[in-house]
């Protein structure tokens, strides 16, 4: 039986790079050579002094080769005044495992439905097994940015190879 706490329907709102769901979080700290944005799927490429060095996923070939993914997200420590976009050098936090509001290309959304990379680093369906990226799926929820985008909400656990 779900809580009335729980029952956020019609009062929840989602925003690109919002973490859905802290039971199994895990957030860690980012580092880029480039800007990138809240809900980028980014890649963990090496450890740099007290983070993580990361590089920017923007396609579908790079999201398929990805080691480590994970998505930039929104963070009480950003403050007030932190953009939708980290400039190079900034750290940021993101989110390894857990489930994140990201910037979606298509409404045709199931929970379970493999992941792909879009151009743009924007997140869609996979078409097969073979253009998916390891530990992500859809959960099924959909959202609306304020300037009518669509948002998914987006399951994400390591895997292992």
């Not at 039986?1 to 769901?21: F, H, N, S, T, W």
């Not at 860690?28 to 993580?52: P, Q, R, S």
């Not at 045709?108 to 792909?116: D, K, R, Y």
């Not at 680093?121 to 990226?133: F, K, L, P």
Request: net charge neutral.
């Amino acid at each position: 039986m779900a809580l009335p706490i729980m029952q956020l329907e019609g009062r929840a709102k989602a925003y690109v790079g919002q973490i859905c769901d802290a039971s199994l979080l895990d957030v860690l700290t980012g580092v880029c050579d480039d800007d990138v944005a809240l809900g980028y799927l980014v890649d963990i490429t090496e450890v740099k002094g007290d983070c993580y060095k990361v590089k920017i996923l923007k396609d579908a070939a790079a999201g398929v080769a990805a080691k480590r993914p994970a998505f930039v997200a929104r963070s009480h420590y950003d403050g007030r005044n932190a953009g939708p976009t980290f400039p190079a050098g900034l750290s940021f936090s993101m989110v390894e495992t857990g489930r994140v509001w990201v910037v979606c290309s298509t409404t045709g959304i199931v929970a379970g439905a493999p992941v792909a990379i879009h151009a743009d680093s924007v997140i869609e369906r996979a078409a097969s097994a073979a253009d998916s990226i390891r530990g992500l799926t859809f959960t099924g929820r959909l959202g609306s940015t304020p300037g009518g985008g669509i948002v998914a909400e987006v399951q994400i656990r390591p895997q292992t190879a």
